[in-house]
């Protein structure tokens, strides 16, 4: 079992930055396929990135490519999202997935094994 804490939500205005951390316990997750997923208001929960478990595989969404970055510390079994040049538009619940296949196709949105319980960011025009 894995649990995954997520942190570092708040409310930033448009043009600035955070950086979210996702926290997940037991040494197996270390081998996990991680994701970040987002989902606003009357929205459908919607693909953000993605990361190997060795990071060195990247995915983004088109929508935060150039702006946001994903990287993975095993040693510390965090995973985080480096968020730049927020936008309205990326006021979200943002949600951390795991899961032990090697890769997971994006649109597979439900089928990740864990999630964590989702941090809020709220970006003011």
């Known amino acids: 079992q894995v649990q995954l804490v997520e942190s570092g939500g708040g409310l930033v205005q448009a043009g600035g930055s955070l950086r979210l951390s996702c926290a997940a316990s037991?040494?197996?997750?270390?081998?996990?396929?991680m994701a970040w997923f987002r989902q606003a208001p009357g929205k459908e929960r919607e693909f953000v990135a993605a990361i190997t478990w060795n990071g060195l595989s990247l995915e983004y969404a088109e929508s935060v490519k150039g702006r946001f970055t994903i990287s993975r510390d095993n040693a510390k079994n965090t995973v985080a999202l480096q968020m730049n040049s927020l936008k309205p538009e990326d006021t979200a619940v943002y949600y951390c997935a795991a899961d032990p296949r090697i890769y997971v196709d994006r649109s597979q949105t439900s089928s990740f094994e864990f999630w964590g319980q989702g941090t809020q960011v709220t970006v003011s025009s």
């Open positions: 037991g040494r197996s997750s270390r081998t996990y396929f």
